[in-house]
């Protein structure tokens, strides 16, 4: 089974909307599972109002969501780890160096117009409904490199 996890800040706005489009990306492949965690997490807090808002309108949702802080329990059952932005990719490094060679930044694989490749996903929390629509986009572009990128790379435990 390929783990993806998605990791932001505070759990609640970019890795959430990651976690829900990309399950809604792969519904249809067999052995993904998908979920979220933050760097500085406040434990249990719903996702945001937003982020659940843009998700809807996209025909998915993320029932029962609760914030999480990132830990090694949750690093080892992860497969690939995809960090929002190179700070996010520096302190899990800095954290937990033993889960690194897992580490990635969501556009690692993808060339974001006017931005370039490995750019960051920004933090959209207080800039209004169309900020959560173009981290969405940024989603949009990065989840098929991340799922190619995986299915090519992919090596099941033995």
Known sequence: MKHVLFVCTGNTCRSPMAE????????????FEVSS?????SKGAPCNPETAILLKKR?????????RMVS?????KATH???MTQGHLQTLEARFPQHSDKFYLVCEFVEI????????????????RR???????????????IIAYIDQTWKPAE
Not at 23 to 31: D, N, P, W
Not at 72 to 76: F, K, P, Y
Not at 113 to 128: C, K, R, S, Y
Not at 131 to 145: G, L, N, T, W
């Open 81 to 83: 780890v995809f960090a």
């Open 20 to 31: 829900g489009l990309f399950r809604l990306a792969v519904k249809e492949l067999e052995g």
């Open 113 to 128: 117009p006017n931005e370039g490749i490995g750019t960051d996903v920004p933090d959209p929390i207080g800039l209004g």
């Open 72 to 76: 090694d329990e949750i690093l080892a």
């Open 131 to 145: 900020a959560y629509e173009e981290v969405a986009e940024m989603f949009d572009a990065a989840i098929p490199s």
């Open 37 to 41: 965690a933050g760097i500085a997490a």
């Open 59 to 67: 025909g998915t949702g993320l029932e029962g969501f609760s914030s």
